[in-house]
């Protein structure tokens, strides 16, 4: 699809593109949602992910329309800073996904990810289809029976709701500012509670 649009002239594309992305992902590919806290590290985390194809910062969970960052952040809005992952199920499953969300984020706490308090920060899955659904409550079924650490898991799963893709400074904020984000997530106490938490287990 990308290579087709490259060939046509540029103000058709910039016609046609908008309508075709609208629509969804291309054939072939599925989408997961998870918030995870920062969505600049959930990001971070799902594209280490073999079979991922894309993923964007975004807010979901919330009422209203559009939101901005400045809108979210404040708590006003009830939306979630989450990351969509766009992938390949024929090199990814959503249960490998799942992996990976379960052990980058603390599921022991609500409204709240390492130094981000608030419920703009509250973990969720949110689910697409009923697969996605009995794959994620199986999951979390699994981890509440082996997890490594004493405290209840409090993860929701939820239905998905409508995704509003965050500004395009915070897209792949921890590849434009790696120093920034280093300085962060070091100074948020991000990865020394992921490994207090799950240990060896996270990738």
Excluded at 177 to 192: D, H, I, L, Q, S
Aim: aromatic share 14%; hydrophobic share 35%; glycine share 6%.
């Amino acid at each position: 699809m990308f290579t087709r649009l490259l060939t046509l002239p540029i103000w058709l594309a910039v016609l046609v593109a908008p309508s075709v992305f609208a629509q969804g992902q291309p054939t072939g590919l599925a989408k997961a949602t998870f918030a995870a806290g920062c969505f600049w590290c959930a990001e971070e985390a799902m594209d280490k992910v073999p079979g991922v194809v894309s993923t964007t910062s975004g807010y979901m969970g919330g009422s209203t329309k559009n939101p901005t960052y400045k809108e979210v952040s404040a708590g006003a809005t009830g939306h979630t800073e989450v990351v969509q992952v766009v992938y390949d199920p024929k090199k990814v499953g959503y249960e490998r996904l799942l992996e990976q969300f379960w052990v980058n984020h603390d599921p022991t706490v609500k409204d709240r990810q390492f130094c981000d308090a608030g419920s703009q920060y509250r973990p969720s899955i949110f689910w697409h289809d009923e697969e996605q659904k009995r794959l994620a409550e199986a999951s979390k079924a699994k981890w509440e029976k082996d997890k490594p650490f004493k405290q209840p898991i409090v993860t929701p799963i939820v239905k998905a709701a409508e995704f509003w893709p965050a500004e395009d400074y915070h897209q792949d904020y921890y590849r434009k500012n790696p120093v920034r984000y280093k300085f962060y997530v070091t100074g948020c106490g991000r990865y020394a509670r992921l490994d207090e938490l799950w240990g060896k287990l996270r990738k």
